[in-house]
Each structure stands twice: as C-alpha cells, then as structure tokens.
C-alpha cells in the first residue's frame, strides 16, 4: 500500500488519470514463432488500485470491465465506483509452462488486448 499525491495530469478543464501498473510482455516481440514459447514457471499478478475522489470529479466514463479465458491464459479487470471511491481491480495468470507455435498469435493477440486495457486512462472534468 501506499499513498501518491498529484496522479492526476491537468489537460484543459480535464484531469486524466493512468494506471500505474506495467505488464512485461517482451516475450511477445515476435509476431510469428517457429518454436514454443516456453516459461520457466506458470505465473501470475493481482492489483488493487484506489483513487479516493475526495475533490468531486466526475468520471467522463469508467472502462467496460474485460475477461479473457484460454488455456493458456486467464485475465479479469473492472473498474468501479463505490462512494467517493474509483477502484480497479485486476488478475493476470500464465497457467501453463509452453505456448504452442500454433497458438502463440491469438495468445500474442490476447496479452496485446491486455495491455491496451490497461494503458486506457480515466478522465475526469
């Protein structure tokens, strides 16, 4: 837990706001593989974040929440406002050690979609 003060970048009469949270998927670089990409271990994160709204902004909108479910790969993440709280909330988990070369574009696909989630900033006015 910690507490950062000035997450907010003023743009015009807007506030926007990032998550500040990074997903290292360098493993992805490649769009096309000629073997399996092969991990040392399965893995996974989970993030909490709060924003306490104690000014009053409005949210111009919150992300639709996202859920993607293979084989491979399992990701859930939601935006809510609770009182003058906005929360976020994500899980990230690699459930197996190999992605096949067969499967590996929809799955380079899916980590793309996820990180283009997160990189979705809130705005507020």
């Known amino acids: ?20 949270i990074y997903y290292n998927f360098n493993f992805i670089s490649l769009k096309e593989r000629k073997t399996p990409l092969d991990f040392k271990t399965n893995y996974g994160e989970k993030h909490r ?3 306490e709204n104690n000014q009053g902004l409005k949210i111009k ?4 929440p996202l859920k993607i479910e293979t084989p491979y790969l399992t990701y ?7 009182k003058d709280k906005i ?12 992605i096949p070369v067969k499967d590996y574009k929809d799955f380079r696909k899916n980590l793309i979609e996820i990180s283009n989630y997160i990189k979705k900033p809130l705005i507020f006015f």
């Open 1 to 20: 837990n910690f507490v950062a003060s000035n997450i907010f970048k003023n743009v015009n009469l807007y506030k926007i706001f990032k998550l500040p």
């Open 49 to 51: 974040i709060v924003i």
């Open 61 to 64: 909108s919150l992300p639709e």
């Open 76 to 82: 859930k993440a939601q935006w809510r406002v609770e």
């Open 87 to 98: 929360i976020f909330e994500d899980i990230y988990m690699i459930k197996v050690r190999k």
